[in-house]
């Protein structure tokens, strides 16, 4: 049977004709040596010949075999700068780079190390093995590192020990190290680190070509290093990038204003969570739509100011508008617009931050409204955190102004005039005891009870109700010369001093901050049992006020739920101040 020769390579043909060489050689001897002495004889030299073309044919086998080896190695450098280069994930290429030298090499021992901040860091160390070289055995030669990485070039060395460029070196003679291999690793010019191989046992182990061949190498992992280590900072610049839009997002989302931002074609491109809550609209159906179509449902003037903000390239701060919109009604917005700028400072839009007031406009009429009906040091005492049923007791001068003949006069006229003119006695009132800082309990029907001297101190609490007493008598006054007849009302006031309950009192529903206790009690009986116009007294406040105010003595008066007559004085005016000598 005839062998193939077509899948033969060049060597194995070259082989082939040596054996065939030899064979006939030995045939030849056989022959001869059958014939005996009657052997023919063969042409002069033949026989030389064939043992000369055999040798010639050992020869050139070896050659082959040589150049196949070096075929073998450039092809395995070729599939590994293939498998350095199929991958962008730098532990995996530092990894393949390592495991190729020592394949290529025959090292035992293989180390990569990368350039970190202007220091060589050992990034990968292999074991022939391809297990890990321990941290403990990781002793490399630094004087052929350096080396390498001071000229640029590779170092090869068939044995350390004997080198006289390495003569003397303490790291080569305490590490007995022998055959050492060492090429840069430089991309575009510039070091970027270096591949070591060692062999600590056996001395030239390593050959030109070996260092060669890891030269050609070294050019194809530098790069393949480069391109992963650009990757991986691409990588964590595009993860930083999605962490920071992420974070932008999420601020964005969170942010309590409403946000909307336009393009310069004026197309609405972000709206956040809160503007969709503002305007009860939701982004999918304002994002991409014309700003124009928003703008005058907000306020009928607001695109021409927009149109000012894009061409003065100046934002406009804080305008209120009043729109009702579609299901939430009547809001208060304040609106701001603002150039929307790149980078560079080049204007590509506008952005409208919008701030929902109804709810602050609400609870500012609703404090107005307080205010009117509670002193402002009481409500400025009361901590919202903190209200709860209960009280303290302090010594408080109490006054009751009440007016006569009101409840008479609700049988005679309009009932709508009548609450009308009422209103502007009590209010009198309330002012007359707000300017001396009083404090405006409640209006009871046609009458007004206020306190001094909480909740904040007043040392001089018996003289200020006295001359708010005076002030409810002289605004009373005025009124009736302003008003018709039946309107001509006049208050009867009664005050007294003494100890008091003050608190919130009533449910966690309905709280009401007052002042409760005998002494309240007393001046509401002193009020009642006044004459029209008169301001009755107790004696426990009036002898206070002796020096200050204008006083006549009055008869004690009973009262009802006191078993003695309480002893008063009648309030006429405040006495001039004394001039000073």
Known sequence: MVEPT??????????????????????????RERLGSSQPEFPKGVLESLRQLGGTLQGLRASI?????EHAQLTALADVGRVVNSSLDLPTVLAEVIDALIRITGAERAFLMLLDEGELRVMVARNW???TVEPGDEAVSRT???????????????????????????????????SILC???????????VIYADNRVREGLFSEKHKALLATFAD??????????????VERTLEEVRRLNTLMEDVFASIASGVITSDVQDRIQLCNRAAENILARPASGLVGSSLHDLLPVLSPELSARVAEVKHLERGVIGLEVHPQLEGRGRVDLSLSVTPLRTASQQVEGVTLVLDDLTEKRRLEATRRLFERMVSPAVIEQLDPDTVRPGGRVEEITTLFADLQGFTALGETVDPEALVANLN??????????????????????DAIMAFFNAPIPQPDHRLRAARAALAIRRAAEALREELPDPYRLTFRIGIHSGPALLGLVGSEARLEYTAI???????????????????????????????EAEMAEVPAVAVHGKRAALAVRELRGMRAPTPHP
């Open 6 to 31: 077509l899948r033969l390579g060049p060597g194995e043909h070259i082989a082939r004709l040596g054996r065939m060489a030899e064979d006939v050689h030995r045939q030849l001897a056989a022959y």
């Open 65 to 69: 075999e040589d150049l196949e080896g």
């Open 129 to 131: 093995d391809r297990s």
């Open 144 to 178: 052929v590192i350096e080396r390498v990485t001071q000229l640029g070039e590779p170092v090869l060395t068939v044995n350390a020990q004997a080198d006289a460029r390495f003569a003397g070196q303490k790291s080569i003679i305490v590490h007995n190290l022998r």
């Open 183 to 193: 090429v840069p690793l430089q991309v575009k010019g510039e070091l970027t680190g």
């Open 220 to 233: 194809q992992a530098a790069v393949a290093i480069e391109n992963a280590r650009l990757f991986a900072s």
């Open 424 to 445: 502007r006695y009590l209010a009198a009132a309330a002012e007359a005891v707000l300017n001396e800082e009083g404090t405006v309990d409640k209006f009871l029907g």
């Open 517 to 547: 206790g005998d002494s309240v009690n007393t001046a509401k009986r002193l009020q009642e049992a006044a004459s029209p116009g008169q301001i009755l007294i107790s004696r426990e406040t009036s002898d206070w006020l002796l020096d």
